[in-house]
């Protein structure tokens, strides 16, 4: 099959890795991310590209070039390329999201199981897809 077709909301819900790249095309990337209670992805600017979150599930913090935005389920963010943006865990449970970067961050298929692998990771999108 072409494309991707499931039940998001589901595989988010499901989710218990820090990362997971669901799905690759050339312009946009799909990857799910349960960021586990005090967790966060560590301050980031992307120069030359969109984010797009949205929290399925747990209570957070998005910080988007300084300001701190507090969000639950069924928030969407959008993040634009150049702005310094983090994403925090403030609650009991993990946040749960998914995100779409364009155009794409990472490796097609990556999966880091925690916070901690995803940081001693230095992987960049290589240009290929998933299709």
């Not at 301050?43 to 910080?63: L, M, N």
Request: charged share 25%; glycine share 10%; with cysteine.
């Amino acid at each position: 099959m072409k494309g991707f077709v499931d039940n998001i909301e589901q595989l988010t819900e499901d989710n218990n890795d820090f990362r997971r790249v669901l799905y690759t095309g050339h312009n946009l990337q799909l990857v799910l991310m349960a960021i586990q209670p005090g967790d966060e992805i560590g301050e980031e600017v992307h120069d030359d590209r969109d984010q797009f979150f949205r929290i399925e599930g747990g209570t957070g913090e998005i910080w988007i070039d300084g300001v701190c935005n507090t969000v639950k389920a069924d928030d969407g963010i959008i993040v634009p390329q150049g702005a310094r943006h983090n994403v925090i865990s403030t609650g009991s449970e993990p946040l749960r999201l998914y995100t779409i970067y364009g155009p794409p961050e990472h490796i097609d298929g990556t999966v880091h199981a925690t916070c901690a692998a995803a940081a001693s990771a230095h992987e960049h999108f290589d240009g290929k897809t998933t299709e």
